[in-house]
C-alpha cells in the first residue's frame, strides 16, 4: 500500500511523536499500511 517514497517521507514525522517508553510494533510500515487500508475500504 505504501509506496518506498511514501514511507520515507511519513517515518520520520511517525518516529518524532511516538511516545519512547512503549515497545515499538515489529513493522510499523505494515502495521501503518493496514490502517491506511482498512480506512480506504471502510472496513470494520
Known amino acids: 500500500m505504501l509506496s ?3 514511507w520515507t517521507h511519513l517515518k520520520p514525522p511517525i518516529e ?7 515497545n515499538p510494533p515489529q513493522d510499523l510500515r505494515r502495521n501503518l499500511s493496514v490502517i491506511l487500508w482498512r480506512h480506504q475500504n471502510r472496513a470494520k
Do not use: V
Open 4 to 6: 518506498d517514497g511514501q
Open 16 to 22: 518524532a511523536c511516538r511516545p519512547k517508553g512503549k
